[in-house]
């Protein structure tokens, strides 16, 4: 049974950071296409960063440059490091892995058939 736990999100100031953690069981991880997803009150969940299992990553526009996604296959785990914070970066984040998974739509909600449950971000002002 897949099971991801995320953890490391918290309340911090505009242009802070924060390092997201997924810890993944249940299957060979190295082979799955993994993501962070943010979903903020009365918004739809969206694709943040993904990276497959060669380490190639996707970022959506608002975060390129601010955060980085990693992995560490060894440790079965996921990373988001999160720099710059902004107010509008405030959601609850979520991990999500699947395979195979189509590239180009590699930060689509419906690609994923495996989620956290969540961890709460708040960027103030």
């Known amino acids: 049974q897949v099971q991801l736990v995320e953890s490391g999100g918290g309340s911090v100031q505009a242009g802070g950071s924060l390092r997201l953690s997924c810890a993944a069981s249940g299957y060979t991880s190295s082979s799955y296409y993994m993501g962070w997803f943010r979903q903020a009150p009365g918004k739809e969940r969206e694709g943040v960063a993904a990276i497959d299992s060669d380490g190639s990553t996707s970022y959506a526009d608002s975060v390129k440059g601010r955060f980085t996604i990693s992995r560490d296959n060894a440790k079965n785990t996921l990373y988001l490091q999160m720099n710059s914070l902004k107010p509008e970066d405030t959601a609850m984040y979520y991990c999500?892995?699947?395979?195979?998974?189509?590239?180009?739509?590699?930060?689509?909600?419906?690609?994923?058939?495996?989620w956290g449950q969540g961890t709460q971000v708040t960027v103030s002002s």
């Open positions: 999500a892995a699947d395979h195979p998974v189509t590239a180009i739509q590699a930060l689509a909600v419906p690609e994923y058939d495996y």
